[in-house]
Every structure is written in structure tokens, then in C-alpha cells.
């Protein structure tokens, strides 16, 4: 069984940084493309990010796009959101998944495995 667990989460003001991260313990995922998703109050759950297993490929929303970095480090099967220049419109709650295969999108339905959240908070 995979778990995933979110951390780096909190309260930060408009222009700040905030790294998220994802620990995953069970089977081991790399040879699974990971992704950060989040949702925001009253709105449906969006996709923000992928990386490839290898990490070699990555694909942002056009929303994050150079702001947001994703990494994973397959030793310890990690997988990071580096968060800069953060908006009011951020705020929401993080989730990481994994994917299905090697390779994922920006479809929730390619991740089968999801962590709880952690909630960002971006004050104007």
C-alpha cells in the first residue's frame, strides 16, 4: 500500500516562498510519474504539476509556470514544489499523487494514489 504525506504548508504574504514536500513510504514509486494538484475553497481540484519517474520531464499549469519547480529525489522517493513569488490566488490545499505510469499529465484520473493535503495561505 502507498501513502503519501504533504508538508511545508503554512501562512506566507504575497510575494513570498513556501517548499512543499512529499514523502512516500510503501511500494516504491519510482517508476511513477508524480504531480502536485491543489484546490482552492469552493472550486474544484487543479492540476498544477508533474514529473516524469525519471525526473527528466516536467510540465507546469500555465498559471505556476515559472514561479513553481517540481523535483523528486528517487532516493528517498521525495517529491518537491518549490513555491516562489506566491499570489492571493495560490491559496489552497496541496496534494501530491502518483501517477499510473512512467509518464502522467495534468489528468486527475493518471494518479491513483493521493496524499491528505497541506493548506497555503498567500496574504495580500
Known amino acids: 500500500q502507498v501513502q503519501l504525506e504533504e508538508s511545508g504548508g503554512g501562512l506566507v504574504q504575497a510575494g513570498g516562498s513556501l517548499r512543499l514536500s512529499c514523502a512516500a513510504s510503501?511500494?516504491?514509486?519510482?517508476?511513477?510519474?508524480m504531480a502536485w494538484f491543489r484546490q482552492a475553497q469552493g472550486k474544484e481540484r487543479e492540476y498544477v504539476a508533474a514529473?516524469?519517474?525519471?525526473?527528466?520531464?516536467?510540465n507546469y499549469a500555465d498559471s505556476v509556470k515559472g514561479r513553481f519547480t517540481i523535483s523528486r529525489d528517487n532516493n528517498n522517493i521525495i517529491l518537491y514544489l518549490q513555491m516562489n513569488s506566491l499570489k492571493p490566488e495560490d491559496t489552497a490545499v496541496y496534494y501530491c499523487?502518483?501517477?499510473?505510469?512512467?509518464?502522467?499529465?495534468?489528468?486527475?484520473?493518471?494518479?491513483?494514489?493521493w496524499g491528505q493535503g497541506t493548506q497555503v495561505t498567500v496574504s495580500s
Open positions: 499523487a502518483a501517477g499510473t505510469r512512467l509518464y502522467s499529465g495534468s489528468n486527475a484520473g493518471e494518479y491513483d494514489y
Open positions: 510503501g511500494r516504491v514509486l519510482d517508476s511513477r510519474a
Open positions: 514529473i516524469s519517474w525519471s525526473g527528466s520531464s516536467t
